[in-house]
């Protein structure tokens, strides 16, 4: 792992290893959820496809989609085809979550359709925007109701408290799960500056302890009823910076408080 700035453009590894995943807890959800260790190259659309689980949707190799002539997202409205690129960690990670987020990814679909019929492709509709966010960058914090004071602190950048004083909320109380597919491909490689959007939902007490697969099909169904009402898109209480690194666990030097004090990583909430 990398500890650099860096405001260059972002490359991920030439190359698959499974050990840039097996080595990172970032990645430790996917690997118990999906055979990853196990492949010894990038996996095939065929090996994407029996990870499915039976859902209505299916992976397409890119080509179909450079062949038929339509835009990305119509043509998995019209088709219900996920086109995918070969060798790509950045397609790779979007088919699996889409395997893990089959309803939620499904609806951002249809609401991009929606919002391309009524203002073209060409504008780009702040609703597009927040779902463009959502389906790159976010990372939904799931929290039971002894953890609830968690979104206020990091709505106000308060870094400190939740990441370091409460640190001990995050072992059981809070259960951070990505879902922007980008965010795990720039996991592959981290470094300070990696930041998500937060996407709060409040979960059952002892959420934390459910099986891993409960977890995912009970979040997909919740985050599906949450983005259908698109208020909830636009509303500024979600969608919030979270500096992904600082997530306790996640990142081997932030077992120290000193971590936090990078107010360039850290920022404090700008005053309006």
């Not at 995943?21 to 994407?48: G, V, Y």
């Not at 937060?198 to 983005?227: N, R």
């Not at 600082?246 to 936090?260: E, K, R, S, V």
């Amino acid at each position: 792992m990398t500890t650099k700035t860096s405001k260059n453009r972002f490359n991920p590894p030439a190359n698959w290893s499974a050990q840039y995943l097996l080595t990172n807890p970032i990645f430790s959800d996917l690997c118990q959820l999906f055979p990853l260790a196990q492949q010894r190259s990038w996996p095939t659309i065929t090996e994407l496809n029996s990870w499915r689980q039976g859902s209505t949707f299916c992976f397409v190799e890119n080509d179909a989609l450079a062949a038929d002539g339509r835009y990305y997202e119509a043509f998995i409205y019209d088709t219900k085809a996920i086109p995918t690129r070969a060798e790509n960690w950045h397609d790779i990670f979007g088919a699996l979550i889409w395997c893990l987020f089959p309803k939620s990814k499904a609806l951002l679909n249809q609401l991009h359709m929606t919002e391309i019929k009524q203002h073209g492709l060409k504008q780009r509709s702040r609703l597009r925007n927040k779902l463009t966010l959502l389906d790159e960058c976010g990372v939904i914090l799931a929290l039971q109701p002894t953890a609830l004071a968690h979104a206020d602190w990091l709505r106000q950048h308060q870094w400190q408290q939740s990441f370091w004083q409460q640190r001990a909320a995050w072992e059981q109380g809070i259960t951070p799960i990505i879902f922007g597919h980008a965010l795990y491909e720039m996991a592959t490689q981290p470094f300070l500056g990696l930041t998500a959007k937060s996407w709060f939902i409040e979960v059952p007490a002892g959420f934390h302890d459910w099986p891993l697969t409960d977890t995912y099909t009970f979040l997909d169904e919740k985050l599906a009823q949450q983005i259908a009402n698109t208020a909830s898109l636009l509303d500024n209480q979600q969608l919030t910076p979270l500096p992904l690194l600082g997530i306790p666990g996640w990142y081997a030097a932030n077992a120290t408080p000193a971590f936090y004090s990078n107010t360039e990583y850290f920022r404090p909430l700008r005053q309006r």
